[in-house]
């Protein structure tokens, strides 16, 4: 018979395991709410859940090596005389100059012309380097107004009009006091120093309606040449939906919780929105159902890693993806250098998320000159381009498998799932069985 | 002088012949007549054009203006010269929400009342009103002044940055981060010299002037109920 053990049973509690009550201890000591970078960490529905039907007897494949699978879009063909072509489905979403250094946006703009992708500008305006390093350049017009002036707005590529970000639906922006340096202050128009809380929302409308009148102010003052995008975070997304079509988008970026952010309270990135994988599909069946599929094109982000995740979330009918925190992983992000660094912020790579403090020890999200030399933009440049040319070819891959000459040509019938909230999700069936929950089986 | 009947020519034809001058240094006055309320009439002008318009206008009148001076004889709509730029911009009625937001530069003159949030997000443009704003005027307003000649609403320069406020009235009620701040003589001679480039009579000397505190630029948890 076994001697009991003398080691004390730990039994850990469900309700308070022990990052619960670190994190009470936190704000019992702080007093306040605690802010960080990136998107959601919890586990949610992804495109994981998803798995693509590759062909066999009943569909046919295309060599993968010789037969061309067409991975290019076009974006804004509804209203704007001047449409975007993208060579690939992959676009580098919004993120600011001051949020991100000067370093991490050009090598952003430079990769993606490369790619013959666009990049997005972010809250603060457009900088020079980024322009001139961005064939394609999207001008995001947020709540805040930061750096939005005519000749930005003539110059850029196509205008984003901001509603929402996935990471903080219903938020403003947050720029924390130790990353506002003379140069984003000046851009700005705010003092150095503080911690600049920008609107959530726009200063000059209110609602859908107005939504409409500033579109056309907007197309007035671009003489109509402009694609105008609308981004949303991903809450209610058929209403949602519906409403920037009636409003006279020309493309809807669509931004699911798990998008990332450089400063935002936990609170709000773990537990508001919805997830990319039901979004994605909600959006389509709106568009659907309006007989604007593919008329008005739909971006979709939010938790895009790969080139599964693209072909996924193409087949549930996006026209293309945008990428955010990937982009900044492919920089650097929580690469495994300056590892005191690291430590002195009290956290390690591949963990890292303390980009609101500025002091981030690879150099992309800081606006420290030390720490920012550290991105070398053509190196970076180099490294973005080859994730993004993996995705693609990882992309291309599977549609070809699926029997598809076009990315474009996925579709939800060449995906199944694999759990049933999944299913329910993306409305395509549990893997194995003709079960689409919600659905009625048809006989 | 150049005119266009908006009753004969929509506002794409207007905007785009209005833009056909940008850069240029365009001598020839224009005027508009028939705008019934349209919105954004004259939007993105950059050229020293003059523009008057006759009658009232919807929203975005001279939105974004770039160097153009643009009078408009009625009144004005929500996000009158929203985000304008430089020139001047000038109604003589009274005008909707948001008059003026996030201007950067420029000047405009509203002569009669102006609404809800006149000047929010204000960025270094000057705002001069002849009568009263409504509530939650100069709301973050970053950089720049306004100037009101008659009272003001509820809630002025609430989360206000470095933008001055004048008003000559009665005000319903400060901000959070608003105070009332001293006005030196040098806040009397650049104010005296700001309604006169306004055309707007009234005593420099009767004002007050509000700013930002200043409690709110960095966040301390004692101040959370300020927000």
Not at chain 1, 167 to 195: Q, W
Not at chain 1, 429 to 434: E, M, Q, S
Not at chain 2, 211 to 216: H, I, Q, V, W
Request: hydrophobic residues 40%; charged residues 20%; glycine residues 12%.
């Amino acid at each position: 018979m076994a001697e009991p053990s003398d080691s004390p049973v730990l039994r850990q509690s469900a309700t308070f395991p022990p990052e619960t009550i670190a994190e009470i201890q936190r704000a019992a000591s702080e007093g306040l709410y605690d802010i960080r970078g990136w998107g959601a960490k919890r586990r949610l529905p992804t495109f994981d859940d998803l798995l693509l039907l590759g062909a066999s007897l009943s569909r046919y494949p295309l060599e993968g090596y010789r037969e061309r699978c067409d991975t290019n879009v076009t974006l804004g063909t509804r209203f704007a005389k001047q449409p975007i072509e993208l060579k690939i489905p992959v676009t580098i979403a919004g993120m600011s100059f001051g949020s991100l250094s000067a370093n991490a946006k050009e090598a952003l703009g430079l990769a993606a012309t490369e790619m013959g992708t666009s990049t997005t500008t972010g809250d603060g305006g457009m900088t020079n380097e980024e322009r001139i390093a961005s064939k394609t350049l999207v001008y995001q017009v947020l709540p805040s107004r930061y750096g939005l002036n005519p000749d930005d707005l003539r110059r850029a590529d196509a205008i984003e009009i901001v509603v929402g970000q996935g990471a903080k639906p219903g938020g403003g922006g947050m720029l924390l006091g130790l990353k506002v340096s003379d140069r984003v202050a000046d851009m700005r128009t705010l003092p150095a120093g503080i911690d600049q809380r920008s609107a959530s929302r726009h200063p000059d409308w209110t609602g859908p309606d107005d939504l409409t009148i500033k579109i056309r102010e907007l197309r007035e003052i671009t003489d109509w040449q402009k694609p105008i995008y609308v981004k949303m975070a991903a809450t209610r997304v058929q209403y949602d939906v519906q409403l920037a079509v009636k409003a006279g988008a020309d493309v809807i970026v669509l931004d699911g919780m798990q998008g990332g952010t450089g400063a935002t309270q936990d609170v709000f990135i773990e537990h508001v929105g919805i997830p990319t994988l039901p979004a994605v599909r909600q959006a389509t069946d709106t568009l659907q159902e309006l007989g604007m599929h593919r008329k008005v094109q739909l971006v979709v982000s939010g938790g895009i890693r790969s080139g599964a995740d693209v072909a996924k979330a193409l087949a549930l009918g996006a026209d293309a993806v945008s990428i955010g925190v990937a982009a900044l992983i492919a920089l650097n992000c929580n690469r495994p250098l300056y590892l005191k660094d690291y430590e002195a912020l009290g956290t390690a790579p591949g963990y890292c998320h303390h980009c609101q403090t500025g002091r981030c020890p690879v150099g992309v999200t800081t606006q420290d000159p030390e720490l920012e030399a550290r991105l070398e933009p053509r190196a970076a440049a180099r490294r973005v381009r080859n994730y993004l040319s993996t995705m693609v070819l990882e992309a291309q891959t599977l549609a070809r498998a699926c029997g598809k000459s076009h990315m474009l040509n996925l579709e939800p019938e060449d995906l199944v799932a694999l759990t049933p909230e999944a299913a329910a999700m993306a409305r395509v069936p549990l893997a194995g069985t003709n079960w689409i929950p919600g659905v009625a089986a048809s006989d | 002088m150049i005119t266009v009947d908006l009753n004969r020519v929509d506002i794409r034809e207007l905007n785009q012949r209005l833009h056909d001058q940008n850069g240029d240094d365009g001598r020839t006055p224009w005027r508009i007549v028939g705008p019934d309320g349209r919105h954004s009439i004259a939007v993105g002008l950059d050229a020293t054009l003059t523009v008057t318009v006759e009658g009232h206008v919807g929203y975005y009148c001279a939105g974004m203006n770039q160097h153009a001076h643009v009078t408009v004889n009625g009144h004005a709509g929500p996000g009158l010269a929203e985000n304008m730029m430089s020139g001047t911009v000038r109604v003589t009625g009274n005008a909707s929400q948001g008059a003026g937001a996030s201007a950067h530069g420029g000047l405009l003159v509203i002569e009669g009342d102006a609404s809800s949030r006149c000047g929010i997000s204000l960025k270094g443009g000057d705002i001069v009103v002849g009568g009263s704003v409504g509530h939650m005027s100069a709301f973050m307003a970053q950089s720049g002044r306004l100037v009101v000649c008659g009272d003001a609403g509820a809630g002025l320069g609430d989360s206000i940055y470095e933008a001055e406020l004048y008003v000559a009235g009665s005000v319903g009620g400060l901000g959070a981060d608003c105070v009332e701040k001293d006005v030196t003589d040098d806040h009397r001679t650049r104010l005296t010299q700001l309604l006169c480039r306004a055309g707007i009579d009234a005593d420099a000397g009767s004002f007050r002037r509000y700013g930002s505190a200043r409690t709110l630029y960095n966040f301390h948890v004692d101040h959370a109920g300020a927000y």
